[in-house]
T-cell receptor
Framework: EAQVTQNPRYLITVTGKKLTVTCSQN?????MSWYRQDPGLGLRQIYYSMNVEVTDKGDVPEGYKVSRKEKRNFPLILESPSPNQTSLYFC??????????????FGPGTRLTVT | QKEVEQDPGPLSVPEGAIVSLNCTYSNSAFQYFMWYRQYSRKGPELLMY????GNKEDGRFTAQVDKSSKYISLFIRDSQPSDSATYLCAMDDSGGYQKVTFGTGTKLQVIP
C-alpha cells in the first residue's frame, strides 16, 4: 500500500530533550516536506527537500533540523525542544515539487507536547 | 492581515444540503488553488486543484475561483455524513509545493 508513515504518532517530552520524528514514504517520491498545524494558524511549512541531500527552509524553520540521506526517509530533528514547538506535525511527499502535475500525500500526523 | 482567510466554522448542515466553503486571499499573484479535506486524526488529502479563474467540477464537488474578487469557493452537492471533516484551502503563485499557503480550515458537520 502506497503511504507516508510517521513515528511516533504521539509524543510527550520535556524541554531540551533532543528528539527525532521519522518520516518514510514507499512511493519513490522525490519531494518531501514537513508541516506543523496549529489552531488559528493552519498548516505551515517547516522544511522541504527536492531530492536526496537537497533541503531548504520553509516558513517556520527555527528550532528544527532535517536531513535527507535516503530518498524514502526525511526525519525531523528537534535538538532542544521548547513548549512553543508543541504542535501537530505532518510529513508529506510528492513525485515532484510541481503541484500542477503531482499530488502531495500526507502522513497521519505526530502530536508532540513539550512540557 | 493573513494572506489567506478562512472562516473556521463549525458549519452544521443537514444531510442532502448544498454546502459552500470559502476563502479570501490578499496576494494577487496567487494563481494555483487547492482544496484539501482533513478527517479527524488524519492528514489532509487533496480534493480539487484549479489554475487561475473559473470552475472545476468533480462528482459532487465544484471548485470556483474569482481572481477579480480574490475569492475561492468549494461547493458540495447532496452532502453526506461522510463529508464531515475540516476543509483547507491552499494556494500559491508558482505551482510548486514549496510555496503553498494554507488557510486555517473550516470544520463541516453533516447531520444525518
Amino acid at each position: 500500500e502506497a503511504q507516508v508513515t510517521q513515528n511516533p504518532r504521539y509524543l510527550i517530552t520535556v524541554t531540551g530533550k533532543k528528539l527525532t520524528v521519522t518520516c518514510s514514504q514507499n512511493m519513490n517520491h522525490e519531494y518531501m516536506s514537513w508541516y506543523r498545524q496549529d489552531p488559528g494558524l493552519g498548516l505551515r511549512q517547516i522544511y522541504y527537500s527536492m531530492n536526496v541531500e537537497v533541503t531548504d527552509k520553509g516558513d517556520v524553520p527555527e528550532g528544527y533540523k532535517v536531513s535527507r540521506k535516503e530518498k524514502r526517509n526525511f526525519p525531523l530533528i528537534l535538538e532542544s525542544p521548547s513548549p512553543n514547538q508543541t504542535s501537530l506535525y505532518f510529513c508529506a511527499s510528492s513525485l515532484s515539487w510541481d503541484a500542477r502535475d503531482y499530488e502531495q500525500y500526507f502522513g497521519p500526523g505526530t502530536r508532540l507536547t513539550v512540557t | 492581515q493573513k494572506e489567506v482567510e478562512q472562516d473556521p466554522g463549525p458549519l452544521s448542515v443537514p444531510e442532502g444540503a448544498i454546502v459552500s466553503l470559502n476563502c479570501t486571499y490578499s496576494n494577487s499573484a496567487f494563481q494555483y488553488f487547492m482544496w484539501y479535506r482533513q478527517y479527524s486524526r488524519k492528514g489532509p488529502e487533496l480534493l480539487m486543484y484549479t489554475y487561475s479563474s473559473g470552475n472545476k467540477e468533480d462528482g459532487r464537488f465544484t471548485a470556483q475561483v474569482d481572481k477579480s474578487s480574490k475569492y475561492i469557493s468549494l461547493f458540495i452537492r447532496d452532502s453526506q455524513p461522510s463529508d464531515s471533516a475540516t476543509y483547507l484551502c491552499a494556494m500559491d503563485d508558482s505551482g510548486g509545493y514549496q510555496k503553498v499557503t494554507f488557510g486555517t480550515g473550516t470544520k463541516l458537520q453533516v447531520i444525518p
